[in-house]
């Protein structure tokens, strides 16, 4: 699925660095949009990359890209980091 609008990719279909998400035009050959992408590892990748990809939402030439299947686990990540951090604030809140 796209990761900018959530609308449902054809996984049949081979992603170039130049394929863009029929519904809102975002390219989908981007970290953003890729399995390994994990914000807080190393360049934000859990591959071993040689360099950094600066603009993680557009399109790029990582030969180690591989579709996104669900983003259920980033936003369950998100929100555990969020209740952890509001937890954290709530210690020193009198």
């Known amino acids: 699925m796209c990761w900018k609008c959530g609308k449902q990719i054809d996984l ?5 660095r130049s394929t863009v998400c029929p519904t809102c035009g975002q390219d989908l050959h981007s970290c953003k949009n890729c399995k390994f992408y ?5 360049y934000d990748c859990h591959e071993t990359i040689e360099e950094a990809v600066t603009d993680k939402e557009h399109g790029n030439f990582c030969d180690f890209f591989s579709p996104k ?11 555990q980091a969020q209740e952890a951090k509001d937890k954290f604030n709530k210690l020193f809140s009198l």
């Open 12 to 16: 049949s279909v081979k992603i170039y």
């Open 38 to 42: 994990v914000p807080g590892a190393h």
């Open 69 to 79: 299947i669900s983003f259920e686990i980033t936003s369950r990540v998100a929100t």
